[in-house]
């Protein structure tokens, strides 16, 4: 089953990255045509972009130690928790509070510290949920305000890919490398999903709204209205899900649940979790918008004491 998996993993993988490669060759083309050096001058840009959003993350995830068989919030008596909270401190998330806790715990023994880590990451476990639907959030914006195949395409495979390592970077351990390739594979195929779902979602949207201009006649564009809110909250989702299925992995190891009852629960998680998104889409509006309200009052109030 698991050769299987592999393969299919595999021939997702190579799709990506035929489709990556082709595309910027085509366009390289194009440039070539119009000018040589904005050609090299775009291979050079796509290459760092390739660096920085997809190697570079995966890279430092690949250097974290992977967690113990039990999973990080379950204590195992085989472990060597000195070594875990050596960990902790270097990965340089700690804060000076529970860099205190840890020092005082190492004088009490090994059982002590195992309680004190298992009490530093059960607060990473609600930090980690914050992030979750922060980064949901912000695919839901992308994949919902651009009209571009190509940008949900990028926007989705870059968000996604940071949230991981993210997530990872959080608690100073990383997966095994089996539910790694599992994850990435899930992040290939929402990245295609979300190319090929902002083409579905315009002609959806189309349909709705010749199908309700009856109705709606007064309303303009309610068809690319009604399929970008679609498009994005559809990439949240599969964001969310791809969250937790990470999370799962890191803290609960010792559950051998099958790859479909992970999945099953992940969709259960993003759907009660989605109106969530939709709240943290809103603050992040109003922490825009209430900047401005606040300095065109202070500009209004500057021109009447004038």
């Not at 709705?208 to 809110?229: D, I, K, Q, Y």
């Not at 498009?231 to 051998?256: D, M, P, S």
Request: charged share 20%; with cysteine; glycine share 6%.
């Amino acid at each position: 089953m698991k050769k299987q998996s592999l393969i299919i993993l595999g021939a997702i993988v190579a799709l990506l990255c035929f489709w990556i490669i082709s595309t910027f060759i085509n366009t390289a083309f194009n440039f070539h045509q119009v000018n040589p050096i904005l050609s090299t001058l775009y291979l050079i840009l796509m290459g760092l972009l390739l660096f920085f959003a997809i190697i570079w993350p995966i890279s430092k995830v690949l250097q974290r130690p992977v967690v113990h068989r039990k999973g990080l919030l379950h204590l195992d008596e085989e472990v060597n928790y000195s070594k875990v909270s050596r960990q902790l401190i270097k990965s340089g998330r700690l804060s000076d509070a529970e860099e205190l806790s840890i020092f005082e715990a190492q004088k009490e023994g090994n059982t002590a510290l195992a309680h004190c880590i298992k009490n530093i990451f059960q607060k990473r476990y609600q930090q980690m949920h914050v992030m979750i639907i922060e980064k949901s959030a912000m695919v839901c914006l992308l994949t919902g305000a651009s009209s571009k195949s190509h940008i949900d395409f990028l926007g989705s495979l870059g968000i996604n890919l940071h949230l991981i390592s993210s997530l990872i970077q959080h608690c100073g351990y990383r997966p095994t490398l089996w539910q790694l390739i599992r994850i990435y594979g899930d992040i290939a195929i929402t990245a295609l999903f979300a190319y090929s779902l902002e083409e579905l979602m315009d002609e959806i949207g189309e349909a709705l709204g010749e199908t309700a201009g009856g109705w709606f006649s007064g309303v303009p564009l309610l068809g690319r209205f009604v399929g970008s809110v679609s498009n994005g909250a559809i990439n949240a989702l599969l964001t969310l899900r791809i969250g937790y299925v990470c999370r799962h992995y890191l803290f609960h190891q010792e559950e051998k649940a099958r790859p479909k009852t992970v999945r099953l629960a992940a969709r259960k998680f993003g759907r009660s979790h989605i109106k969530e998104v939709m709240g943290a889409i809103t603050k992040m509006a109003k922490a825009k918008v209430s900047p401005k309200a606040k300095s065109e009052k202070a500009d209004k109030s500057a021109d009447l004491a004038s």
